[in-house]
């Protein structure tokens, strides 16, 4: 499924996440990273701008909202997503499960 879609000058990148854990990255239709990862991977690409090669990576991540992505164009931030919460809110309910867990089990 389309993640998204982001402009660069002439240059259309496309940017597809699916549930199986495939990322894809296309631009102008011709796809310049696949990866498979569970917990996001970085692609690393190059766009054309002025007649020169420019290279580019997004990589994906969790976010406290779902899956984020993050663009730089020349080590330049282009789409930045938060990020934070996440990790604390996986922390907490991992705490908690394990308490709940004892709590039934240890002193039952």
Do not use: Q, W
């Amino acid at each position: 499924m389309k993640f998204t879609t982001v402009y660069i000058g002439e240059n259309k990148i496309e940017v597809f996440n699916t549930l199986l854990g495939i990322e894809k990255i296309k631009v102008n239709g011709e796809i310049v990273s696949r990866k498979f990862s569970i917990f996001g991977t970085e692609h690393n690409f190059t766009i054309k701008e002025n007649d020169e090669n420019v290279e580019c990576k997004i990589d994906f991540g969790f976010g406290f909202h779902g899956v984020v992505f993050n663009l730089y164009k020349d080590n330049k931030p282009i789409v930045e997503s938060p990020k934070n919460g996440c990790l604390l809110f996986i922390a907490i309910f991992l705490i908690a499960l394990t308490i709940g867990l004892m709590k039934d089990f240890v002193f039952n």
